[in-house]
């Protein structure tokens, strides 16, 4: 769980701010997790997980799916 700072503004590749607010397991598989929230109007919803391989991951182009910026 230390991998993902707890509270910190993290900066998505696309450019938008979401707050990571906690890092849990799937009840199934033990899976980490990381669950966190968007800091813009998303019609789609404010709360998400994913699990932490992808949250810390690259995407194609090499660079950082979501990067600390605050905290």
């Not at 938008?16 to 009840?27: C, F, N, T």
Request: hydrophobic share 35%; charged share 30%; with cysteine.
């Amino acid at each position: 769980m230390d991998r993902v700072k707890i509270g910190g503004i993290y900066l998505h590749y696309k450019k938008q701010k979401y707050r990571v607010l906690g890092v849990a397991r799937h009840s199934e598989t033990l899976e980490e997790v990381v669950y966190y929230e968007c800091l813009y109007d998303n019609p789609q919803g404010r709360l998400w997980v994913r699990p932490i391989d992808l949250f810390l991951g690259k995407i194609p182009t090499g660079e950082p799916r979501f990067e600390l910026i605050e905290g």
